[in-house]
Each structure stands twice: as C-alpha cells, then as structure tokens.
C-alpha cells in the first residue's frame, strides 16, 4: 500500500518545496514460441515510485521499488540531494491544475489464462506457415499483454489514477526460395481482456516475407516513392522533436517562428493524440497529471501549433497540451509525443499504386533511428517492389533512399486512408502512426 | 544489505527450485544504482538517482523456459517466484530432458559489499568540464547538451549447475549533442563515448579535453560538408566506432539464438569461408582499456573470455548463452547477457573487433582512387534472417585520387552481410575500439566495436548526388 501522505511529507522534511509521487503498478505475461512448441514464458509484477521534488527552483528526482519505511526516507533524501546539484530555473514546477480523477480498469490481462495466451501464440505461427509451403520458419512470434496502473499525487492538488489493459502480438515470417530468405513482420493490439484472432497477424507477416523473395537491387534513378504504412510510420515518428515545444524554444526546431506558415503540401493534417480511441497509448493523462488532449500540429499542410510539457508551457505563457511523460517509474517525465499520426486521406494504397506509372513501394526500411532530427536529413536502407505501370513489379533490396524530411512534406502528394500505429514489445508511451502515402520524387540509389 | 543475498541463501533457493524437478533452476539477483545528469546551456537542467532491486528466477524443462521477476529482494517474495515458476513450467507439455554444458568453477567467494551509489556532484562537475571545452573549440559551436549516465551493478547468481557467484559492474557514458552555425546554415552532430567505469575512471579515459574537442570537431566539420554521393562505392572505414560494421554485417547473425532457430544469414556455415582470408573477428570480454562489453562473467555466471569467431577468413565460433550453448551442442561462450533483473539473458557481444593486419591506414588511402572515408560512424542495423545490413557514417569524406578531400554529410552505407566481408580487402595496423549501445528485441546491453583502418571494395552509398 502506497503511503502518499507519508511520502510527501518525507519530502518535505527532507527540503523539498513541492513535491509529486508517481506511482506504477504493471503485471505483464509475454510468450513466445517457436516451431509449435513454448520458448519462453516471461512474467513480471513490477512495482515502482518517482518521487520528483522541487527545492525553491531547483528540480530532483529519485526513483526505487518498494517499500519498507527506510527507504522511502532514502528516496526523499536523494530527490532533494539531487535538487541541490540542478541549477534554478523559474520555469520548472510541477502540473499546477489540481484536479482529481479515476478511472478504474478492468485488469483484463490478467483474466486470460495462461494456457489461452499461449495458445494464441502458436496459432499465430500456426496461421503464418500455413499460408505457403515457402514459409520456411518464424522468428520472434510472440503474445505480450500487460495490466498497468498509474497514480499521480501532487502537492499542487492534482490526484489522478488510471488503468490501462493490452495485448500486442507479433510474427515475423521467414520465406526461403531458391536459397535466398527473406522476413517479413506482423503485429496486432487491442483491449487486454479481448484478444483478437491470431490468424491475420501471422498471414500479414508471411505475405510481407513472400513478397520480397528474388529481391534485387536496381539503377540508381530518381522516382515517385510510396512508403507502405510501417515504414511511413516511422518517417512520420522522426518529426516528433520538430513539433515539440521544448525543441523550439532551444533553436533546434526548423518549424520555429513558423506558426501559419506552410511547412507541407496541402494533403498532410499531423495530429497528436492522447485521447485516440484505438490508439496504442492509453492514458487520460500524461506523466505529470496533465490532462490529455488531442492537437492538430499541421493542418493541411499549414502549421498549427507545438506540442508542450508542461515546464516549456510555462516559460512562454501557453496551455501544457498533456504530452510530458515517463516510460517507466525510473524516468524523471520528458516530453514525448503520444499517438502521433499523419491523418489519413482518402484513397486505398492500391489506388495509389495504380495511378504511379514508375516507382518504389518501400515495405522496410534501416537506419531510421539515425536520421538527423534537427536539420531532417535521413539516409536509409530499402526494401521493397518497384512499381511500373501502375503495379507491383519485382522485389528490390540493397537499396538506398537519402532526402530531407521537412522537404519531403512538401512533396507528399497523396495520402491513403489505411492509418496503422505499430507498438514493439516495450511499454513506450510514444507510438508513430501512418497510412500509406507518396512523395513525388525522391533519389533512389542502387547498382 | 539484504538476507537473501549471501551465499548460502542464494544455494537454498537454487536447491529448492531443484526440488521442484526441473532440468534447470536460477536465480539472477540484481541491485542497480543510478546516477543521470543533463546539461543544457551550460545549467545541470535535470538530476536524477535512484536504486532498484530485483530478481528473476529462471526454470526450464526441456526446451521450455519459465521466467519470473520481482522487483524486490525479499526472500519471502523469491521464494513464492520460485514455487510459482515452478508450477508455471508444470503446466506447459511434457518436452525431452535439457543438459546444460557447465559454466565452469563455481566461484564462492562472499558478496561484495555494496558500494556508495554514483556521485551526482561528481558526474556534473565531469560534465561542466565537457561543456566549457567544446563551447571554446570556436564560436561558431552555439548549442551544447551533455548528458551523463552512471550505473552501478551487483548482481549474485545461483543456478542448479553449479553457478555461485557475484560480481559488481561500473558503467558510465556521456551524450555530448553539439550545434554549429556558421550564416544560415546549421548542422548537428553528436559524440557518445562509454566505459565499463566508474566516473572517477571514466574521465582519467576519456578526458574532458577529448570528448570536448571531438564533439565540436563532428558537429562544425557538417558545416563544410557537401551532399555525399550515391551508388555503389569504395569505402575506407576508420578505426575505433567503424567496428560497427563487422558488429552488423557479421557478428549479429553469428548470435546462438538465430543459428539455434535457422534464422542466420550464416548459418550451417562452421569451418566455411565467410570472409576474406585477412579478416579475423574476435569477441573478447577482457579486451584491455574497460570498454563496456568489459565483463568479468556473464549474466547467467559463465565466465567472460576471448572467444575468436572467424579466423583468417573462416567461420569458427558462434555467440552463445547455456541454452542455445545446449541446442547447437556448442560450447558456452559466456555471452549470456540480460539488460536487466527483469529479462530474459540471450546472446549478446561483448567488445567485438577486427583483429589488426599489416596495411599502414595511409597507405590504404592512398590506395583508393575514388571512395568515401568512412571516419565516425552513427550506428547501424542488421536483419540477420537476410544478411542486409546499414551503417550511418556521421563524419566522412570524399577520397579522390588517393587523398581525402571535402567532408560529406551523414549518409547511410547498404550492403550484404555476406557479400561484404568478402570485400574486405585491406586491413590496417591500427586497431582502436570504441563505445556502443546494442539494441536487440527490445533489449539495450553496452558494448565494445572495434577494428583497425579496413577498406571494403564496394557498398552502396545513401546520398542525394548522382
């Protein structure tokens, strides 16, 4: 049983001015399988604390896992030691808006039982191989389902408790013709206490192998490119810092001063989204207790507004838009997106490909994560099938796609309807989503 | 500290687990101490500690693996995760008998005493230093952010085949994100060297002069940097962080765990040529200079060793952990690595490097007509199922005529695994290592890559001019 009472009073004996306790409950079951038999059963009960305190102007934080007294005092100490070495900054504080709220859960995970979540799992790999006989193996087919309780506690009022309950499930497929493989990747999610049928997760992942079996790499040329939802999805997740707040106020935001201004062609609407029904992140508030909301950032193309935790709302006068969040009790909260979307158009992804008369339908990329936020540039690996005369044609590979993210935006010139978020198996706050869209050109490096 | 975590309680918990009648029983008790700083403007902007423990008790029967985790070191709540675990395994389906190759002696010496948590003043000061010296390297380094992560780790593990051990582990990285202006234009860049140290150690290292000077240097050098190339190329990948590449294109599929599931682009290839004959790829635990895949043993209590996996060319080792150690009937590697108390341990490398040859580097760039000069790089990725692999190079240059010209932007190399290390066809003299984070299904572990000044025929270069 948590003690909040005794927690912040600790706190404030120890030195502390304001103080706020997080607190986090998670039991999470993940199985995986392999070769229609169990690899591995992995269960936590996780319980931990943040205790974050401010001393005058200063901000500290301490983190443990319960929960005998002594430590709790530990706890406070530190959180004020930790303040004392932080230099004072008159915008630092904590969520000011007191308020209370509760929203119960349901613990649905942890309804299912065992023996049903691994049964899930081997009809999802049943389900992959089943689809051709050149599915020759899996990798990584996994179900994972988590109950997560969250309670916030503030000396500014705010009390806030939620719970949140889901499953996620991922195949990969491998396919294997003519002594070449190739991979290809399934995920699914939704409410914990209702899992979905493993059937298409494990279809998607092996038709995802088989198209891209015989892959080639292909001349250099400069095309219309249409990125599949998974990978748009991850170029959209690269813009997260461009429309933070915090990032413009340190100059290294290329959006700055630019409210109004077009940033993007007239097809792309990027919204935020903390409250999304059906989106992977759940919460109805963010890390401090900020209520959640829903901000439109660009809105055909034309920039709306940022994103603010709640310190960068503070040092400009603005509304802290709830997207300051920690992705476990360890973390002090930091801005983060929360369903982040390109919102989607009105066109199916085959329509897209029909009306392209040449071009590169990219199905994965690498090296995403080590594109240059702050100017935009990436530089990434490809794979996926060119198109020609309006098709799908020949798998490719080995290939190179290079541009300017904040560039591309302008040349985004259609945009589908199929908007997808895809969750990995760690419990991140952020999830980038997209449906499929083109870019008129881009340079297309290979042989 | 706490009861459980002496010896003889560790040894009863393992021998009641055994009772439970599993081919195998382990308990991994950890107890992590943070320290992060971050500075920003020159101001320590955030301070943050904090202490955990935890324990995860591992069974398995056949080749079904149980795994339980609580975050405590209470012996009442172990011991409940031990019976729990145990009835977990009960319900899976009966599988054939495991035997685990031993780890080898078991070492019993007492738990270490736990010592003080990372200093917070001391990590900030090291910090300050970082910031001044890169803000004076030139005027036109207008943003700094250092951030600094220490960790310390004990850990105490018991298993039913023979384990007992314990083992304190120091790790501590700087984050230096530097901004250079020069007119309009603006480039980023960032520099992110790590030890298996202590910070006191960590900054004897790595000096403040030098993680200053070279994060400056990456970040104003982009400001002369023209758009790279594209298409097909000769690369000249330099020391230290150009390990990343072997890390990549070679190293990740030789992991236990993908051969043990026929998912490796180099699998069934033992005793085969998967590289040119000058190139020989060590993973080695105790490579001098406490580079962070610096382990004394594993985290399942193997020993940590020098293990070589390709020799002269030729495919002689893989990666292993004790379970997949067990599958490939392979010996253990000690590369049985976990991010945490709280998941499951799988091969992961230790500091890995390309054993040095005779070429002098200058020579090799002499030898190149055209290429890039690969000097840092970023990082990369790799699907071992294929074999296609990427790395960023985050300061490069253009080589022409056999002399290294204009500095080019981040660009992105493509290439095939095993095409690749069979276009290796020099290998300098000067071996370096370096620092890097290795993430793997969701599991981030610290390691060192390594090679000396290697020349690759030909990759695909990711740039934007034809």
Redo the contacts between chains.
Sequence with gaps: MVDWDRLLTLAGRAGATQAEVYHERTVQTQVRV?RG????????????F?LRVLVGHR?????????HGADLEA?AH??V???R???P?PSFGLAEAGWHYREPGDRGAARIP??RK?ELALEAERSTRAVSSRI??T??VEYLDFDREIHIRNTHGVDVAAAHSQYRMFV?A?AEERG????GLGVAYGPGGSPGDPGPVGEEAARRALALLGAR?RP?T?VPVVFDPLVGAGLIRLLNRTVSAESVQ???SRWADRLSERVASPLVTLVDDGTLEGGPVRAPFDGEGTPARRTVLVSDGLLQGFLYTAEAARRVGAQPTGNSHRHNF???PEYAVTNFYLKPGAYSADEIISVTAEGLYVQ?V??L??A?K??G?F???V?GRWIRAGALAEPV???????NLLDLLFRVDMVGRDLRFFP???LSRSCAGGPTFRVSSL?V??? | MRSLVDPAGLQRVVDMARGLKVDFAEVYAEYEQRANVLLDNSQVERAAGGAEGGVGVRMFRGSAVAYTIVNSLDPERIMSAVRETGSLLRRMPEESTVVLPAAGPADTAGPPAVPGAPSLGELAAGLQEVDRVTRGVSPLVTQVTAEGQARLRTIWIASSDGVLTSDVQHYTRVILNVVATSGSRREANYYTPGRAANITRFFSLHQPEEIGRKGAHMALTLLDARPAPTGPMTVVVGNGRGGALIHEACVHPLEGDFVSRDNSVYRGLLGAAIASPGVTVVDDAGAPGSYPGTIRVDDEGCGGRHNVLVENGRLVSYLTDAVTASRLRHRRTGNGRRQSYRHLPMPRMTNTYIAPGKWDPEEIVRNTERGILATHVAGGEVNQVTGEFVFTVSEGYLIENGRVTAPIQRTTLVGSGPEVLKQIDMVGNDLHLASASCVKNGQVVEVGVGQPTIRVREMVVGGTVR
Excluded: C, W
């Design positions: 392999f038999r169990i690899e591995s059963v992995r269960t936590i009960d996780s319980e931990g943040g901000v500290g934080y301490a983190y443990g896992s319960p929960v706890m530190s959180a030691a930790a303040a070495v932080a230099a900054d065992l023996e691994v020759v193996g990798d990584d990969t491998v070449e493989s190739q991979s790499p250099t400069e340190r100059g290294r360890r973390e002090a994965e690498q090296g994560h080590m240059n702050v100017s540039h530089s990434l690996g794979t590979r080995n290939m190179t796609v290079a541009g990995d198996n760690t340079v490096s290979g042989k």
